[in-house]
T-cell receptor, first 115, second 111 residues
Framework: GEDVEQSLFLSVREGDSSVINCTYTDSSSTYLYWYKQEPGAGLQLLTY?????DMKQDQRLTVLLNKKDKHLSLRIADTQTGDSAIYFCAESPAGSGAGSYQLTFGKGTKLSVIP | DVKVTQSSRYLVKRTGEKVFLECVQD?????MFWYRQDPGLGLRLIYF???????EKGDIPEGYSVSREKKERFSLILESASTNQTSMYLCAAGRGVHEQYFGPGTRLTVT
């Protein structure tokens, strides 16, 4: 089955860029997602990318996809203390049917921003 | 924005009790999901539903059942709670796979 791997912890200084990495195993066409979970809260969808794209930018967030290596990254520019959270990478298969609704999540990367 | 609410933020139950976790969404979305979140394991899908009275097993359905009698409400049922079901339970709703909006979670402790 599909598997999504990411490192568990990342620590950066305020104002620096953060890069959170993720690898996945599903070789078929797929959507890939980044979610953010703040303490005591549910998950919030930050952005997603389809596997025929290699980059997507949205304000301070840049998503890079290396389809050949099945590697996804999330770059946060000018990281702020409010960015401290757990970031989850997730994937789902493309296509229709009930199976395409399922997301496979990584274990999450806890980002700590040092003031 | 879609609002997803869960009936309790914290719940403590005894082993063997029947437990109901309720989830309500306010945007008429077809799809609803129940996950559990455990440290070091991330999120794992228990069940999902893509229509009223329809349900599909996720990755870890054992020990759980679900009910979706109305479009806005998706209930997770633990028929006989056990200590290994102590976890954070997250409900989500969405129109499609790109739109999974999550509730705040219910932290269940089974003693």
């Amino acid at each position: 089955g599909e598997d999504v791997e990411q490192s568990l912890f990342l620590s950066v200084r305020e104002g620096d860029s953060s890069v959170i990495n993720c690898t996945y195993t599903d070789s078929s066409s797929t959507y890939l997602y980044w979610y953010k979970q703040e303490p005591g809260a549910g998950l919030q969808l930050l952005t997603y990318i389809f596997s025929n794209m290699d980059m997507k930018q949205d304000q301070r967030l840049t998503v890079l996809l290396n389809k050949k290596d099945k590697h996804l990254s999330l770059r946060i520019a000018d990281t702020q203390t409010g960015d401290s959270a757990i970031y989850f990478c997730a994937e789902s298969p493309a296509g229709s049917g009930a199976g395409s609704y399922q997301l496979t999540f990584g274990k999450g990367t806890k980002l700590s921003v040092i003031p | 924005d879609v609002k997803v609410t869960q009936s309790s933020r914290y719940l403590v139950k005894r082993t063997g009790e029947k437990v109901f976790l309720e989830c309500v969404q306010d945007m008429d979305h077809e799809n609803m999901f129940w996950y559990r979140q455990d440290p070091g394991l991330g999120l794992r899908l228990i069940y999902f539903s893509y229509d009223v009275k329809m349900k599909e097993k996720g990755d870890i359905p054992e020990g759980y059942s679900v009910s979706r009698e109305k479009k806005e409400r998706f209930s997770l049922i633990l028929e006989s709670a056990s200590t290994n079901q102590t976890s954070m339970y997250l409900c989500a709703a969405g129109r499609g796979v790109h739109e999974q909006y999550f509730g705040p979670g219910t932290r269940l402790t089974v003693t």
